[in-house]
């Protein structure tokens, strides 16, 4: 015979407020980030086709899926610790050895997953610069990766009547053969 425990109602979290909770620091590959830092440029691109006629204004937009993000995380520090913390943290965006294929690392900040943003490729690795006296700065720029999905699809148009002419005087031609129809099939 076999137990079943109840379970415990979940309570649902606060959406994050920047203002009361600031989060300085990511989670990336695991390991979290030295000194602070800033994410820059943080989107979620839609890719539309725009298909247009000769003669024609307007256009039918087709939906062709969310494109990858593209964005930067700038980290500064100030301390001897936050150097001692970079020099492990920056290990996780090691080059990939030739002939091998980077993995994708997973990323925890509230604003990546506010659109989203779950797991990373690592597009470029800034080297560390002096920006003012015993302040530096270096810069991961970060490709969002996400698995292949079938995107394809036509937005549907704001209008529910038909906006050519021809289809107009099909529709009012319609709407009368129905009515004779029923006048003549009578009491």
Same mark, same amino acid.
């Given at each position: 015979?076999?137990?079943?425990?109840?379970?415990?109602?979940?309570?649902?979290?606060?959406?994050?407020? &920047?203002?009361?909770?600031?989060?300085?620091?990511?989670?990336?590959?695991?390991?979290?980030?030295?000194?602070?830092?800033?994410?820059?440029?943080?989107?979620?691109?839609?890719?539309?086709?725009?298909?247009?006629?000769?003669?024609?204004?307007?256009?039918?937009?087709?939906?062709?899926?969310?494109?990858?993000?593209?964005?930067?995380?700038?980290?500064?520090?100030?301390?001897?610790?936050?150097?001692?913390?970079?020099?492990?943290?920056?290990?996780?965006?090691?080059? &990939?050895?030739?002939?091998?294929?980077?993995?994708?690392?997973?990323?925890?900040?509230?604003?990546?997953?506010?659109?989203?943003?779950?797991?990373?490729?690592?597009?470029?690795?800034?080297?560390?610069?002096?920006?003012?006296?015993?302040?530096?700065?270096?810069?991961?720029?970060?490709?969002?990766?996400?698995?292949?999905?079938?995107?394809?699809?036509?937005?549907?148009?704001?209008?529910?009547?038909?906006?050519?002419?021809?289809?107009?005087?099909?529709?009012?031609?319609?709407?009368?053969?129905?009515?004779?129809?029923?006048?003549?099939?009578?009491?």
């Amino acid at each position: 015979m076999t137990t079943t425990r109840a379970r415990r109602p979940t309570k649902a979290r606060a959406p994050w407020n &920047p203002i009361r909770e600031p989060r300085d620091k990511i989670l990336l590959g695991g390991v979290m980030s030295a000194g602070i830092c800033e994410l820059v440029g943080v989107d979620s691109p839609r890719n539309y086709e725009e298909r247009v006629g000769p003669g024609l204004s307007g256009a039918i937009l087709v939906f062709r899926g969310i494109r990858p993000s593209h964005f930067s995380v700038i980290f500064r520090w100030t301390s001897e610790t936050d150097w001692q913390d970079w020099d492990a943290f920056q290990k996780v965006v090691t080059k &990939p050895p030739i002939g091998k294929f980077p993995r994708p690392l997973d990323i925890v900040h509230p604003i990546l997953e506010q659109v989203g943003i779950h797991t990373v490729v690592v597009e470029n690795v800034i080297a560390p610069t002096q920006t003012d006296d015993g302040v530096w700065q270096a810069e991961f720029k970060l490709i969002e990766s996400r698995r292949l999905k079938r995107q394809f699809s036509k937005p549907e148009g704001g209008q529910q009547t038909p906006v050519d002419p021809y289809d107009v005087i099909i529709e009012s031609k319609y709407s009368e053969i129905d009515s004779l129809q029923s006048e003549l099939a009578g009491p």
